[in-house]
């Protein structure tokens, strides 16, 4: 899973060969034992659970880079890599 961010306890990663999301463009959050997906266009979680702190605190940083996921995930499904995103401060 390559890893795209990490802030305040919470990792942020990409793939896209799964076949749980059938290629819908989207990102993973993970803290404390919780993961969740999140989509990257209505920034809607898709599936999993998250603490409400950690929920809010990744919906902000998402709507900061939204812009960079979509870059991220196009390279990523070309490349298989991705490039790293600031995380929130």
């Known amino acids: 899973m390559p890893r795209v961010s ?3 306890g919470i990792v942020i990663t990409m793939y ?3 076949g749980l ?4 463009p ?5 803290t404390a034992g919780c993961r969740a997906s999140f989509d990257i266009e209505s920034l809607e979680m898709i ?3 998250l603490p ?3 929920n809010k605190l990744v919906l902000r940083w998402a709507r900061l880079h939204q812009e960079e996921l979509r870059r991220n995930w196009d390279l ?11 995380p929130l401060k």
């Open 21 to 24: 999301h059938l290629g819908r």
């Open 6 to 8: 990490a802030f305040h």
């Open 52 to 54: 409400r702190r950690a």
């Open 47 to 49: 599936v999993g659970r």
């Open 16 to 18: 896209f060969n799964e």
């Open 76 to 86: 990523l499904r070309s490349t298989g890599k991705v490039l790293p995103i600031a």
């Open 26 to 30: 989207h990102f993973h959050a993970e």
